[in-house]
């Protein structure tokens, strides 16, 4: 079964283009916020608390989130979500200065709360529809999506941001949420909400407790979380501000340097997909590392960068995708929301773990190639560390 194949299922096409537009305007923004904090003379330890805050939600609100997901419809909960994402970016366009970075990081601590719920639903959705290789094949969909939507956005946002401004990039991603809100409408499910009759405390606690008492799904989250170790916002716009500004604008540079590797991401899963297996998987990691080394190396030139960073890009999707699968699998589907959750919240605790680790390190003098040379070497540790899960968990 091929992608077409699989997008010929109508809730996975719909909600597809949902994705398809709801990203594009997420990243469309995303290079007017870190350029608009260049412009008002964010420190490195602002920038990087800017990026955590977009990753922040999902850790905290992880049980929550998992709850409310088990217990809405779907359809109605991403209604409100979609709402909540178009009123907080319209919002954005009321910080003018550096000293309302506070409001801004409110702002995105929420549009991202919302972001993190809209996206684990759909990804606890899914195996309660789908198996097998439709499942796969849609989880990879969805990482080439993001990954096509992370290039086009970024590049475009880089350039509207250059030449309309902050407040522009912001009231079009705004329309394109709403966009993604009207289609929305049009969805059908035929499946059968399951009902909870227990309290929202049982819940979290049968939640918990099953997640702690099935160590085979606590390493798969594990593993699954070393993927935020590519969490590399933060890097890319200190490499901007601090080495390329002299020879390309801030703006354009976050926004091409982003869209190289949005490519590599969205390109990878073609060749990557068909060849990685279980027992292949260390191999893969392996090669991520040596690619984000390889991109360590070339950073002494923007364009070298760009081939650096397309190299440090070409797995990332196929590993994300291939060990969100693994999870799923491995979930029984009445508990797929809440662990969903759970996974999402140590996936994003690594990011916003890797995003201070860059801000911190980069404001204490470390270099930005050994900064990278250090998130790169981590996925030679992931590597030995799925060889022990295998042994263990065959």
């Known amino acids: 079964m091929n992608y077409l194949e699989t997008l010929k299922h109508p809730v996975v ?65 991403m209604m409100v979500l979609l709402m909540v994402e178009i009123v907080m970016t319209l919002s954005f366009m009321l910080i003018n200065t550096l000293e309302f970075v506070w409001i801004l990081m409110v702002l995105i601590f929420v549009r991202s709360s919302a972001a993190s719920m809209l996206f684990s639903a759909e990804m606890s959705l899914f195996p309660k529809l789908l198996k097998g290789e439709m499942l796969k094949n849609t989880n990879e969909i969805h ?3 993001w990954s096509l939507c992370y ?7 880089g350039l509207v941001t250059y030449y309309i401004g902050f407040d ?8 394109l949420y709403m966009i993604a809100l009207l289609i929305l409408l049009g969805l059908r499910l035929s499946m059968v909400q399951d009902t909870h009759h227990s309290s929202n405390w049982v819940m979290l606690k049968e939640g918990f407790v099953y997640f702690l008492s099935n160590r085979k799904i606590i390493h798969l989250v594990l593993l699954h979380a070393t993927l935020g170790l590519t969490s590399f916002d933060a890097l890319v716009t200190l490499l901007a501000d601090f080495s390329y500004k002299e020879l390309i604008a801030v703006p354009l540079a976050i926004g091409w340097m982003n869209a190289t590797r949005a490519i590599a991401l969205s390109v990878g899963p073609f060749f990557v997909s068909k060849i990685i ?9 392996v090669m991520e590392g040596l690619g984000i080394i390889l991109w360590s190396q070339l950073q002494f030139g923007f364009y070298l960068g760009l081939i650096g960073l397309f190299a440090a890009g070409f797995f990332t999707t196929t590993l994300w995708s291939y060990t969100y699968l693994l ?41 930005l190639q050994m900064i990278t040379v250090i998130l790169g070497t981590g996925f030679l540790g992931t590597a030995a560390y799925y060889a022990w899960f295998r042994r263990h968990y065959p």
């Open 168 to 175: 522009g990039a912001f009231l079009i991603d705004a329309l």
């Open 151 to 157: 290039a086009s956005g970024m590049a475009t946002g």
């Open 327 to 367: 999870i799923q699998e491995a979930i029984d589907p009445k508990m797929m929301g809440r662990i969903i959750s759970y996974n999402d919240m140590f996936f994003m605790l690594a990011n916003v773990l890797v995003a201070l680790f860059i801000g911190y390190s980069a404001k204490w003098g470390l270099s």
């Open 143 to 145: 990482s080439i999506i």
């Open 13 to 77: 096409a719909r909600l597809s283009l949902i994705q398809l537009i709801s990203y594009f305007g997420t990243w469309f923004s995303q290079v007017a916020i870190f350029s608009m904090l260049v412009a008002y003379g964010a420190d490195e330890i602002t920038i990087a608390l800017v990026a955590a805050m977009g990753m922040l939600p999902a850790v905290i609100l992880a049980p929550l989130i998992g709850i409310v997901i088990d217990r809405i419809p779907f359809k109605r909960l």
């Open 277 to 285: 297996q279980k027992n292949t998987l260390q191999w893969f990691f």
